[in-house]
């Protein structure tokens, strides 16, 4: 298994599907290497991409602002994607490419050791859970695999699309904080 600085330096040179011919960065993730929940998203979009960080634009906004009412955010959470390349004009990435990119995300898995997983949306969600998930009846779900709890949100720019969805996704952040509290032992004070 490929240690931090080897895995990170791989995933930078990259080239592995056509996604690395149109990228301005790899956008890789943030967060501490020991962080017990991990979020992911499918793929980086144009600022994402711009600042070789994941989700920095609006959506990502947003996402800070949805952690901060648990008291997460990217200094006790793991943030990534499914692919690390942005896909041309924010387009859903490809199998091919998710393929490729896979193994950056089960090994970064496997140096992390998440307790949670919290797939944004429902791609990340149909990879991570099942290939059949939906996100509209099953966000806020919870199904354990190999020691690991997952769960799904609404992908954060769905939500600045429909606020509808909003009061709902509330709920569901109310039942990742009780599952944050319940299994782990160093993400809330």
């Given at each position: 298994m490929l240690n931090?600085?080897?895995?990170k330096a791989a995933c930078l040179g990259c080239t592995n599907c056509i996604l690395c011919k149109t990228r301005t960065n790899v956008v890789f993730?943030?967060?501490?290497?020991?962080a017990e929940v991990m979020f992911v998203?499918?793929?980086?979009?144009?600022?994402?991409?711009?600042?070789?960080?994941?989700f920095v634009g609006a959506a990502g906004k947003f996402l800070d602002e949805m952690l901060s009412i648990i008291d997460l955010g990217r200094h006790n959470c793991y943030i990534?994607?499914?692919v690390k390349c942005r896909p041309?004009?924010?387009?859903?990435?490809?199998?091919?490419?998710?393929?490729?990119?896979?193994?950056?995300?089960?090994?970064q898995t496997k140096l992390i050791q998440p307790k949670i997983i919290v797939c944004l949306g429902?791609?990340?969600?149909?990879?991570?859970?099942r290939?059949?998930?939906?996100?509209t009846r099953e966000h806020g779900q919870w199904t354990q695999r190999s020691g690991i709890y997952f769960t799904a949100l609404y992908?954060?720019?769905?939500?600045?699309?429909?606020?509808?969805?909003?009061?709902?996704?509330?709920q569901d952040l109310k039942s990742l904080q009780a599952k944050v509290r319940e299994i782990c032992t160093h993400t809330l004070p």
């Open positions: 931090w600085e080897d895995l993730g943030v967060g501490p290497q020991d998203g499918e793929g980086p979009g144009e600022n994402e991409d711009l600042q070789g960080e994941p990534t994607n499914i041309p004009h924010n387009r859903d990435p490809l199998n091919i490419e998710q393929d490729a990119c896979i193994r950056f995300l089960r090994a429902r791609i990340a969600a149909g990879r991570l859970i290939e059949d998930f939906r996100i992908h954060p720019s769905a939500l600045l699309r429909d606020e509808s969805k909003r009061p709902e996704t509330f």
